[in-house]
């Protein structure tokens, strides 16, 4: 998230927060997709970490994109810790451990999303070049330690920080060496987002399978395809999973507001100030009674913050976050893109979508949560292997991008961009998996080959 919300226009009911989520629905023609990737940058000299300050470092990465791109520094203090697109909408922020991510404008295609990706990589390696930095393209950090990683200087971050290890063994290791792709969906209504939310979910772990790519930790095989997702699986039961009350009878805004009214608070920002109110309680600051700030209510910008702090595979803002995957090359990070736009914006692959996952019961989508991080497309569920599932979702996916109709300057449409996917699945191993046997093979041992083929 490139900033946090500012708007203290008080909260006077329950239906308020209700009425935020369904305010983001679209009609069809209005629907876009937003692409948000992250990448770890790394000194190509020597393969270390990259820290904020320096006339190298992070700061000084953000400054020459400024520069180059015209964007609009969003500061902290005095840090400049984002930047923002101010005519299209785009933004770069920060995570904890330095990882630099792009938050793409909504947009309309995926041949524009593919653009806008290779655009933004020429602009960070061109500025990345005269700073003698590289950019990883793997779902986690392959050979530092958590106390050699850096951190940024975000106070939210800080808050998250002490924590993190209060709620679980990982959080720390999702939040300052883990990398992650994801692409953001809208919704029509109510009943659309449901439907949207159920399969996604259930096809989250699918996705994660087919894009696993964190394969290494420390500067040895981690024993996972995709380790970021273990991660996941022991950060904060709190607020993260696959929320399987999302298949109950009766579910939508108002019970998904109501779980995210019961998963702890991190912070309430007034002003510049971020006060550390982690464990606490969203509905005590609803009703003025929180300890720690007496008598402040919840505001706007409270609400859209706490929204922002919950992460579950699938996250429902005013839009659909699928959040289930790693990140990799370009071609990786559109075609995860690509998969979510064919499946949830066709109706007929929605339908079919739905047909492949609506008869999974709730411990088989666990099940398959657990399994997959180890096992990727090689798991199962109701009796079929991942790799089996992944290749229906595909085709379903290819078959919706190809009735969407958008064409390309060269004539083609949008299936092209499935094309890595694709070919994953059908040949059975994941980007992780062939690292593995570069590792024991061509690389001799080390990842630190991965510096020069898993970067840009």
């Known amino acids: 998230m490139a900033r946090d919300v500012s708007d203290t226009t008080p ?17 069809r023609d209005a629907w876009r997709l937003g692409t948000e990737h992250e990448k770890i940058p790394f000194y190509t000299a020597d393969a270390t970490p990259v ?16 520069e ?22 785009g933004a770069i922020s920060l995570e904890p ?16 999303t593919a653009r806008e990706t290779a655009q933004h990589i020429d602009d960070v390696k061109a500025v990345g070049q005269g700073l003698d930095l590289g950019f990883l393209t793997l779902g986690m950090s392959p050979l530092w330690t958590r106390a050699e990683t850096p951190v940024m200087p975000k106070a939210r971050y800080r808050i998250m920080t002490n924590y993190m290890p209060k709620v679980g063994s990982l959080g720390l290791d999702m939040m300052y060496r883990t990398s992650t792709v994801q692409v953001n969906m809208d919704y029509a209504s109510e009943a659309d987002m449901v439907k949207k939310l159920r399969v996604s979910l259930a096809l989250q772990p699918i996705a994660t399978a087919i894009f696993a790519n964190s394969p290494f930790t420390e500067g040895k095989p981690n024993g996972y395809l995709s380790m970021r997702s273990q991660i996941w699986r022991d950060t904060d039961r709190d607020r993260t999973g696959m929320m399987a009350f999302a298949f109950e009878d009766g579910f939508g805004y108002e019970r998904y507001v109501d779980w995210v009214l ?35 209510r919840a505001t706007q910008s409270d609400w859209a913050n706490h929204v922002s702090t919950v992460f579950p595979e699938v996250r429902l803002k005013r839009y659909l976050e699928m959040r289930g995957a ?14 979510w736009t064919g499946l949830l914006y066709d109706e007929t692959a929605l339908d079919g979508a739905w047909e492949l996952v609506k ?10 949560r657990a399994d997959v991080p180890m096992l990727a497309l090689k798991a199962s569920i109701a009796g079929r292997s991942v790799q089996d599932v992944a290749r229906d979702a595909l085709a379903l996916s290819h078959a919706g991008l190809k009735r969407r109709g958008y064409l390309d300057e060269a004539g083609r449409d949008e ?11 059908a040949s059975g191993r994941t980007q992780a998996e062939r690292l593995l046997e570069l590792y024991h093979g061509a690389w001799g041992g080390s990842v630190l080959p991965a510096f020069k083929e898993s970067a840009f």
């Open 11 to 27: 909260i006077g009911a329950r239906s308020e927060l209700v009425e935020w989520i369904a305010s983001g629905e679209k009609p």
């Open 51 to 66: 820290p904020y300050d320096g006339a190298k470092g992070i700061r000084a990465l953000l400054e020459g994109l400024a």
């Open 68 to 89: 180059r791109t015209g964007w609009a520094p969003i500061m902290e203090e005095s840090c400049p810790i984002g930047l923002a697109d101010e005519v299209g909408g």
């Open 97 to 112: 451990g330095g990882q630099f991510e792009l938050s793409g404008a909504p947009l309309r295609t995926l041949h524009e």
């Open 262 to 296: 019961d998963v702890p608070l991190y912070f309430v920002k007034r002003d510049a100030t971020y006060h550390d109110v982690a464990g606490s309680s969203f509905r005590d600051l609803f009703a003025g009674r929180l300890a720690q700030l007496p008598g402040e």
């Open 326 to 339: 790693d990140v990799g090359n370009i071609d990786h990070i559109v075609a995860l893109s690509a998969f």
């Open 359 to 368: 008869n999974w019961t709730a411990q088989e989508r666990e099940g398959l």
């Open 415 to 425: 299936t092209r961009h499935l094309a890595y996917a694709e070919e994953i699945v």
